[in-house]
């Protein structure tokens, strides 16, 4: 089955640094990846679309210049929390595609918990 | 406006006892519809999905749904509760390409 793999799974960094998340599709080419947000005990929601090789779409009232997200292959989408401050503390989850922007079904990762201290 | 509900936010059942949780979609077109399970700091599962083909669709761990476009609900069932089914479950209709999420329901299973 279709397995996507999330690094990492846990972290913690002082505000004003920049922390990395990697989404993989380990068995699987994804077109499209998404990432979502999600805060304790609510819904998730998305925060982009990113298709490899080209720039994300951004949902409204995501700031693209605090988070960047990079699709440079067909396995690998990285988001990128820059300059976090504790409100950016939460839940991040990514999701991946095989054909076409939404195929009729996504596979998620297995999130990684950030906490800004 | 395009939206999902799930009514109920929190579930309450006794062990072998039946499952319902509630979805309902608004939106012009019938949409493909998921149910998916989150346990505690992990991803989500998918549960099973709805993809315009047969309307009562069976999913895994003995889980099912039936997509009834007259109501517009995809409501999931599982006849007989586990303790391992204590979990979040979202519905997710694809609206405009993406999955919506409802607000989630948390279950609850009594030994």
């Known amino acids: 089955g279709a397995v996507v793999s999330q690094h990492p799974s846990w972290v913690i960094c002082k505000s004003g640094t920049s922390v990395k998340i990697e989404c993989r599709s380990l068995d699987f080419q994804a077109t499209t990846m998404f990432w979502y947000r999600q805060f304790p005990k609510q819904s998730l929601m998305l925060m982009a679309t990113s298709n490899e090789g080209s720039k994300a779409t951004y949902e409204q009232g995501v700031e693209k210049d605090k988070f960047l997200i990079n699709h440079a292959s067909l396995t690998l989408s990285t988001l990128t929390v820059t300059s976090a401050h504790p409100e950016d503390s939460s839940f991040y989850i990514c999701?991946?595609?095989?054909?076409?922007?939404?195929?009729?079904?996504?596979?998620f990762g297995q999130g990684t918990r950030l906490t800004v201290v | 406006a395009q939206s999902v509900t799930q009514l109920g936010s929190h579930v309450s059942v006794s062990e072998g006892a039946l499952v319902l949780l509630r979805c309902n979609y608004s939106s012009s077109v019938p949409p493909y519809l998921f149910w998916y399970v989150q346990y505690p700091n992990q991803g989500l599962q998918l549960l099973l999905k709805y993809t315009s083909a047969a309307t009562l669709v069976k999913g895994i761990n003995g889980f099912e749904a039936e997509f009834k476009k007259s109501e517009t609900s995809f409501h999931l069932t599982k006849p007989s509760a586990h303790m391992s089914d204590a979990a979040e479950y979202f519905c997710a209709p694809l609206l405009n390409e993406k999955l919506t999420f409802g607000t989630g329901t948390r279950l609850t299973i009594i030994p």
């Open positions: 999701s991946a595609s095989k054909g076409g922007v939404m195929n009729t079904e996504a596979f």
